[in-house]
Nanobody, 123 residues
Framework: QVQLVESGGGLVQAGGSLRLSCAAS????????MGWFRQAPGKEREFLSS????????YYADSVKGRFTISRDNAKNTVYLHMNSLKPEDTAVYYC????????????????WGQGTQVTASS
């Protein structure tokens, strides 16, 4: 199993940008497709984006398409989420995950979750 640690969250004004990082240890992250999710207070965890093991294929939820970009550096065992044009409704705890299997945003299995990092976009 791989251990995941997110970083890079914080407070930003609406319209601003942040870059989240997810560092993997234990089993190398290149063995996994990876994804980002978020959970706002009182809401269910929401899929945001996924990236294949090689980084050649990416997938985005409609809510973040065009604003967020997922990438990975397998040499550094790190996955990133670049977030632009942040909105107050993007405020949530953001989690990275290592997939055990992935078909699409609704059909997948998770091997490991990170502990989460808080992102707050103020209006």
């Amino acid at each position: 199993q791989v251990q995941l640690v997110e970083s890079g969250g914080g407070l930003v004004q609406a319209g601003g940008s942040l870059r989240l990082s997810c560092a993997a240890s234990g089993r190398t992250s290149s063995s996994y497709a990876m994804g980002w999710f978020r959970q706002a207070p009182g809401k269910e965890r929401e899929f945001l984006s996924s990236i294949s093991r090689s980084g050649g294929n990416t997938y985005y939820a409609d809510s973040v398409k065009g604003r967020f970009t997922i990438s990975r550096d397998n040499a550094k065992n790190t996955v990133y989420l670049h977030m632009n044009s942040l909105k107050p409704e993007d405020t949530a705890v953001y989690y990275c995950a290592a997939y055990s299997w992935f078909v699409d945003a609704k059909h997948y299995g998770i091997d490991s979750w990170g502990q989460g990092t808080q992102v707050t976009a103020s209006s």
